[in-house]
């Protein structure tokens, strides 16, 4: 079976490699993985289904639950550690270090998890994974 023209440039056009890390950075920094101008985020997590600057289907993300893992992941190994030194270090009161490090985990964990959200969204539009490829997955899997 033979393709047109057009289905040759397409399928020629699908299997361009996209670069991982430009897509994760630019993830990582809220804008679109594909342009990096456009916005990837319409509220605090909310992805927008499209990119308003070169129009790219954002939609197909399917980032679910690994944002927030990886964010507690990150945390949790940044406290301890510092929490620890904290303690041997000035010896403060149980009510203090609860505070403060119940604090700083909300905050770092706020910080973290769209930075880290788009991020998994660039490593799948690079990947061409969940529909961002040309074998996009049917509606009802």
């Excluded at 033979?2 to 430009?22: C, F, G, W």
């Excluded at 990582?28 to 101008?37: I, Q, T, Y």
């Excluded at 539009?125 to 490829?133: D, E, Y």
Aim: hydrophobic residues 45%.
């Amino acid at each position: 079976m033979t393709q047109t023209p057009l289905e040759n440039a397409n399928a020629a056009a699908s299997d361009i490699e996209r670069p991982t890390k430009q897509a994760m950075i630019r993830g990582a920094l809220g804008r679109c993985p594909s342009c990096g101008e456009g916005r990837l985020f319409k509220g605090y997590l909310k992805v927008a289904d499209q990119c308003p600057n070169c129009g790219e289907a954002l939609h197909h993300q399917r980032a679910d639950d690994g944002p927030a893992y990886l964010t507690i992941l990150l945390v949790s190994h940044l406290g301890a550690p510092l929490l620890l030194a904290s303690y041997i270090a000035w010896r403060p009161s149980a009510i203090t270090m609860i505070l403060a490090f119940g604090l700083a985990a909300i905050v770092l964990s706020l910080l973290l998890l769209p930075r880290i959200k788009g991020g998994m969204i660039g490593l799948q539009w690079a990947r061409r994974m969940h529909g961002f490829g040309r074998n996009a997955e049917p509606a009802n899997a």
